[in-house]
T-cell receptor
Framework: QQKVQQSPESLSVPEGGMASLNCTSS?????YFWWYRQHSGEGPKALM?????GDKKEGRFTAHLNKASLHVSLHIRDSQPSDSALYFC????????????FGGGTRLTVRP | DAGVTQTPRHEVAEKGQTIILKCEPVSGHNDLFWYRQTKIQGLELLSYFRSKSLMEDGGAFKDRFKAEMLNSSFSTLKIQPTEPKDSAVYLC????????????FGPGTRLTVL
């Protein structure tokens, strides 16, 4: 079983809509979480990190972390076609970011 | 600042060949990672270096995969001999190594083994 699991595998939302992505860890040592985004033909790029319980907002992106359940989510409001990409959740057991464990990814498509 | 550089961007090899992929991390970064990305397995860690020392060498990849960090600004990943199942995108990433910093990824090398 993968230590970091993402759902759904794929998601389609209309332009301007809200996209919600989920991630759950099965390893209690993982306390630090990142969201990465990968456009076709490029390497993944970090969107945001979340290390504390609660919400963290950066522009149209909001991450939520519940350490008790090891669940983290990413919500994208006012989705744009340029948000269409593969989104990865990643976790580490130290905040240096070294040795991240990645989830399988969620493919987001934003329909114009 | 220059990001992570990977060469070549595309590589086609015959089964049994030896190929070498190259990576230049962000200047000043201490951690370097090699990943393999496939649709089925996702992102798999192949090797992890800290200050040029090998910290982790992915168990399943040890026999034909060898990563080296020749100096702080250059790393190679050698696959010998290649097999068709090695067809994937190989990504290199670097990280400053201290504090809560992100990993910076290169654009990847797409390897096709015939």
């Amino acid at each position: 079983q993968q230590k970091v699991q993402q759902s759904p595998e794929s998601l389609s939302v209309p332009e301007g809509g809200m996209a919600s992505l989920n991630c759950t860890s099965s390893d209690r040592n993982f306390q630090y979480f990142w969201w990465y985004r990968q456009h076709s033909g490029e390497g993944p790029k970090a969107l945001m990190s979340i290390f504390s319980d609660g919400d963290k907002k950066e522009g149209r992106f909001t991450a939520h972390l519940n350490k008790a359940s090891l669940h983290v989510s990413l919500h994208i409001r006012d989705s744009q076609p340029s948000d269409s990409a593969l989104y990865f959740c990643a976790a580490s057991d130290n905040n240096a970011g070294a040795k991240l464990t990645f989830g399988g990814g969620t493919r987001l498509t934003v329909r114009p | 600042d220059a990001g992570v550089t990977q060469t070549p961007r595309h590589e086609v090899a015959e089964k049994g060949q030896t190929i070498i992929l190259k990576c230049e991390p962000v200047s000043g970064h201490n951690d370097l990672f090699w990943y393999r990305q496939t649709k089925i397995q996702g992102l798999e860690l192949l090797s992890y270096f800290r200050s040029k020392s090998l910290m982790e060498d992915g168990g399943a990849f040890k026999d034909r995969f060898k990563a080296e960090m020749l100096n702080s600004s250059f790393s190679t990943l050698k696959i010998q001999p290649t097999e068709p199942k090695d067809s994937a995108v190989y990504l290199c990433a670097s990280n400053p190594g201290t504090g809560a910093y992100e990993q910076y990824f290169g654009p990847g090398t797409r390897l096709t083994v015939l």
